[in-house]
């Protein structure tokens, strides 16, 4: 990399502000030029003390003052954000495997202009491990994801069905099912699900069972895989942040290191 990215953070709330404040702190190669957020006067409060001066711009102005943006908005913005990114050729990095899978389409938009989705880890630790058995063949794959219910409260699907979870003595099975039909019903709650299958057998053929547990203070997701390459099995505790329980501390770190590896002269791992 010869050149210093500029780079955009498209919502500035749990995920966004850690990032930015990684990017203020100094990161080789990049440096956060500007942000969008639903409220532009929380944002710029939320910058006070910054090193460098960072624009906070309306969120059709965002693509136009950077090479990168960081998607942390909500999922019923990412294509707000996602479609002009990657029309002008530039690099999304987000976490919402469960919006790519709802908007398959913008994959094509990349390819077709020279733009890049860089979906990062988030939560879901092992991916490479599933990426390379991906070469090959897999047999199966299953993820039990089991949330504190605090952490599935403010869920789509849980307030839509009215299911109360909020006094449970044992733990409740919310939802069986394909990891695509998990995205669609809680599009921001299973982003890991979403990521596994897409970097796997894909997100029909990904089995997926979450469950409100009242023994659980942790994000815990437990995946099994059976490959022609490999069988592994992988168990996830992620500490959910303070902010948003739904969201483990683990995901905006990820997206860090994704950030990193773009304009690191090396990069660990597939």
């Given at each position: 990399m010869n050149r210093t990215l500029k780079v955009?953070?498209?919502?500035?709330?749990?995920?966004?502000q850690v990032v930015g404040q990684a990017l203020n702190d100094g990161m080789d190669g990049l440096e956060l030029t500007a942000v969008t957020s639903g409220n532009l006067d929380k944002a710029k409060s939320n910058l006070n003390g910054y090193a460098k001066s960072v624009a906070v711009v309306a969120a059709d102005q965002l693509v136009d003052l950077v090479d990168v943006i960081v998607e942390c908005a909500p999922t019923t913005a990412f294509m707000s954000v996602a479609e002009p990114?990657?029309?002008?050729?530039?690099?999304?990095?987000?976490?919402?495997g469960a919006a790519i899978l709802q908007h398959p389409g913008i994959v094509e938009t990349?390819?077709?202009?020279?733009?890049?989705?860089?979906?990062?880890?988030?939560?879901?630790?092992?991916?490479?491990a599933v990426r390379a058995a991906a070469e090959s063949t897999i047999h199966s794959v299953k993820m039990v994801t089991r949330k504190p219910p605090t952490s599935l409260t403010k869920a789509k699907f849980i307030i839509?069905?009215?299911?109360?979870?909020?006094?449970?003595?044992?733990?409740?099975?919310?939802?069986?099912?394909?990891?695509?039909?998990?995205?669609?019903?809680f599009p921001?709650?299973?982003?890991?699900?979403?990521?596994?299958?897409?970097?796997?057998v894909g997100a029909d053929e990904t089995q997926l069972e979450i469950w409100a547990d009242p023994t659980k203070t942790r994000n815990t997701h437990y995946i099994d895989v059976?490959?022609?390459?490999?069988?592994?099995?992988?168990?996830?505790?992620?500490?959910?942040?303070i902010e948003n329980p739904g969201t483990g501390r683990i995901t905006a770190l990820s997206v860090i290191t994704a950030l990193r590896s773009i304009a690191a002269p090396i990069r660990v791992g597939s």
């Open positions: 955009g953070i498209a919502g500035f709330g749990t995920i966004g990114t990657l029309k002008q050729g530039k690099i999304l990095v987000t976490v919402s990349a390819k077709a202009n020279g733009g890049q989705i860089i979906l990062a880890t988030g939560a879901l630790l092992g991916l490479d839509e069905n009215n299911i109360d979870i909020s006094n449970l003595s044992e733990p409740l099975q919310v939802f069986k099912g394909s990891a695509r039909e998990g995205a669609e019903k921001s709650n299973v982003n890991v699900a979403a990521a596994l299958g897409l970097a796997g059976d490959a022609d390459s490999a069988s592994f099995s992988l168990t996830i505790e992620n500490v959910p942040t």
